[in-house]
């Protein structure tokens, strides 16, 4: 095939059409907003397991050289919507990652993100979950989801309790399973026990979950909070981030969160997101203040979630390259 021509075939490229229509007849009958926010963005995103695209620094109005990015995600912007009280909302849109290429990975790929107003993670699982379930007829027969905290999935599939196993037994784990475990440090600090835990996630976990239904996996250990609440345990219970994944087949599909709200918290991760980036060597990025400036404002509660439309669509139609279901990958650009 030349290189002028789409990857994806006619018939794949419908499927997607008739999927991003079903979408929007899902949340019209809710009477969710939709909204559109700029790909182009005076910041990035800090987080260190994701790079920004820099585009050229540019001489603004008040004659200052701004760097800009193309956004990884239209979190913030949203986010701000929301503190302005525009209410729920949800959003189709193009983001850019850079370096994520694979079979599985687009460095530009189609987001949808929604927010809903006085939902915590398990209110946004159920809707997700229905969500799921009518874009999949007529393309994937699913069986019943199924619903496991992140404990009691890692005890179920990899036969490790993430939160109360030393880092050396997770290690032991990982050996066990025959995993390769050059490269990772050997201490007993909380970003080398998250390192292992992703291992046994991806390695383990994926792998052995149950085929052809939604699996989600809720309450994550509050180091992997990323930008949820975090809920304080009681009664010898752990602290847990409330943020939830979506698998089917053993692909990651989506990442919700209970809504982290406060300003002092988020200026914080967002620091120590920075200092993680400097360690590893990584290019500093500026954090987004106007998110901070809403937060203070007051955020409502809520739940979002964002589904990478591209890597949904392989899911149900079984195919097994993301070129397969888009019209010009990266390299046709």
Known sequence: MSDWQPSASLDMLKKRARLLAKLRVFFADKDILEVQTPVLSQSGNTDPSIESFLLHEHEDAK???????????????????????????????????????SPKHNPEFTLLEWYRIDFDHHALMG????????????????????????????????????????????????????????????????????????????????????KNCPVFIYDYPASQAALAKIKKGSQGTHDVAERFELYINGIELANGFHELSDAVEQADRFHQEQLKRQASGQQGIPA?????????????????????????????TGAQHIDEVLAFPYERA
């Open 63 to 101: 004659h200052r050289i701004q760097p800009y990015f193309l956004n990884t995600s239209p979190e913030f912007a949203m986010k701000r919507m929301l503190a302005a009280g525009y209410g729920s909302m949800y959003q189709i849109t193009p983001v850019f990652r850079q370096d994520e290429i």
């Open 127 to 210: 809707e997700m979950n229905a969500l799921i379930r009518m874009m999949a007829e007529d393309l994937l027969p699913l069986e019943r989801s199924q619903f496991y905290s992140y404990q009691d999935a890692m005890i179920k599939f990899a036969e490790v309790d993430p939160f109360t196993i030393s880092n050396n037994d997770l290690k032991q784990a990982a050996v066990k399973a025959g995993i390769d475990v050059v490269g990772i440090e050997d201490n007993d600090s909380v970003d080398v026990r998250d390192q292992w835990l992703d291992i046994l996630m991806c390695q383990v976990v994926e792998k052995n979950m149950p």
């Open 288 to 316: 987004d203040h106007h998110l901070i400036d809403a937060l203070k404002n007051g955020l409502p509660d809520c739940a979002g979630v964002a589904i990478g439309l591209e890597r949904l669509l392989m899911v149900l």
